[in-house]
């Protein structure tokens, strides 16, 4: 029948207890599978999402890393070369991970009926046009396009989008409103 393969308060397998972070459950669940050589029957799925789950996490931690680095911005200018090297670096990786969740027969995004009150697949559609296809710029510009109104007013939408791309994950994947704050 196998085991609560997140309750290991009697395990004798030699790994760490249960942690209590979304990410550290996730992690915690692929030793425990390893250690205790669950049969795979029904575990495969459990370990793909949870791989998937750490996907979407590290999604989130990006798309708090672009909202920061926009933060620090000076309109129509970068604080430093750093900040805009962090913005289009963080970009970048939140864009390449979002991208990835798109394979996963496993995924919320495909099992799910609904995500944020939209159809499941619609709703990971909706996450990655809430990115774009380029980072928001210091002067307001976004892949080339100068921006409907100033700068300050660009970046407060785009900031926006990534807050409601956030929120999308954090429903699709079920995760800790107040971790997924801080990631």
Not at 25 to 52: D, T
Not at 59 to 73: E, G, L, R
């Amino acid at each position: 029948a196998g085991i609560n393969a997140l309750d290991c308060m009697h395990c004798p397998a030699a790994h760490p207890q249960t942690p209590s972070t979304e990410i550290g459950r996730s992690e915690h669940l692929v030793v425990v599978l390893i250690a205790h050589r669950v049969p795979a029957v029904g575990q495969i799925e459990i370990a793909a999402l949870a791989w998937e789950t750490c996907i979407a996490a590290t999604v989130i931690h990006y798309i708090n890393d672009v909202t920061a680095d926009m933060s620090d911005m000076q309109p129509p200018a970068y604080s430093s070369l750093g900040n805009y090297i962090n913005l289009t670096k963080h970009w970048a990786e939140m864009k390449g991970f979002a991208l990835g969740l798109q394979f996963s027969p496993l995924s919320p995004f495909r099992t799910a009926e609904t995500i944020g009150g939209i159809d499941s697949v619609e709703a990971l559609r909706r996450v990655l046009n809430l990115m774009g296809d380029a980072p928001v710029l210091a002067d307001g510009s976004q892949g080339g396009v100068g921006p409907d109104g100033t700068p300050e007013d660009a970046l407060a939408v785009y900031e926006a989008k990534l807050l409601e791309a956030r929120d999308i994950l954090e429903e699709a994947y079920a995760l800790n409103p107040d971790a997924v704050a801080v990631w």
